[in-house]
């Protein structure tokens, strides 16, 4: 019995999902959202001409592993205002295909004003990372760009969803611990990269060239962790000057004890404030607050 309509339809895309993959097939793959979030048009360039990376860390692919099985856990907990969960997007004009982790709608029964449809991006961190994002208070700017990412590609992809902005859930992988922030849907902020892509791809899908002027600045800490860095002529440029500086501590290292130490010493005055059990002394007070 042949098949019509929308079962037709659905039964082509299950022999094509059972089929070998067609991204696997093109020379040209796709621009994962957090891919480009990240910055580097070169990095995404290479990433559709399928340049071989450096093999991942087993460490690293734990953590990434349990990263993805915490993803699944924490939808779970707002499930009831959640319509779709990894709802996937793909622009043919961008070359831009990702999922975004769920889609949630909250119903003026919740909230009249804040009713309305939310992409929601869920990130899992260390606790020095997690504090220092909460003392800030507010997101890493490549998770927003990436938040804001998932709002476009979906907006431009299903058309009659009217997605009114993100939600970035942090979670404290050590403690559980979690915060959320609010993203508001600003296009701008994504036209500088978008305009970059698409003036790169007419190159890289004829001739196969590389952007080598749209990349991250050379002393941007990304270069020392770039998958691509054993290729990449830029990033072994930015680690010859970087070596070159022979800075004692990596910046990135530095921040993050930098950062544990500010909240180990937070940490300790809440405790020695709970702990307390007589008033402070003038001293003590003018010794805290630097009082002359």
């Known amino acids: 019995m042949k098949m ?29 959202p957090s891919s480009l979030a990240k910055g580097c048009v070169l990095y995404v360039a ?17 953590i990434l592993e349990a990263g993805t099985s915490g993803h699944l856990r924490i939808a779970r907990y707002f499930s009831k205002i959640t319509v779709a969960k990894e709802l996937p997007f793909i622009d043919e004009e961008y070359r831009i295909k990702g999922q975004c982790d769920a889609l949630i709608y909250i119903s003026p029964d919740l909230d009249v004003e804040q009713s309305g449809f939310y992409v929601v991006e869920i990130k899992t961190t260390s606790s020095a990372e997690f504090d220092r994002i909460k003392e800030a208070g507010q997101p890493k700017e490549e998770h927003v760009l990436q938040c804001l990412i998932y709002i476009w ?27 959320l922030f609010n993203v508001e849907y600003d296009e701008s902020r994504l036209l500088p990269l978008l305009t970059q892509v698409k003036a790169m791809l007419p190159d890289l899908i004829i001739e196969g060239k590389l952007p080598m002027d749209a990349h991250l600045p050379l002393d941007h800490w990304g270069h020392e962790y770039c998958p691509y860095l054993s290729i990449c002529e830029v990033g072994q440029e930015a680690m010859k000057l970087k070596k070159e500086k022979k800075p004692e501590i990596p910046d990135r290292v530095l921040a993050e004890i930098i950062g ?12 020695k404030a709970k702990s307390r059990k007589t008033p402070r002394t003038l001293e003590e007070l003018s010794s805290e607050f630097n009082w002359e």
Not at 5 to 29: F, H, Q
Not at 154 to 179: M, W
């Open 260 to 271: 544990m130490r500010i909240v180990k010493k937070q940490r300790a005055k809440e405790e």
């Open 4 to 32: 019509t309509g929308p079962a037709a339809i659905m039964s082509k895309v299950i022999e094509e999902t059972l089929s070998p993959k067609e991204d696997e097939e093109e020379k040209i793959g796709y621009i994962r």
């Open 153 to 179: 590609g979906l907006t431009r992809y299903y058309k009659s969803i009217p997605i009114r902005g993100g939600i970035i859930y942090y979670e404290n992988r050590d403690t559980l611990d979690y915060h």
């Open 46 to 62: 290479m990433e559709l001409l399928k340049m071989p990376k450096e093999e991942i860390d087993t460490r690293v692919k734990r």
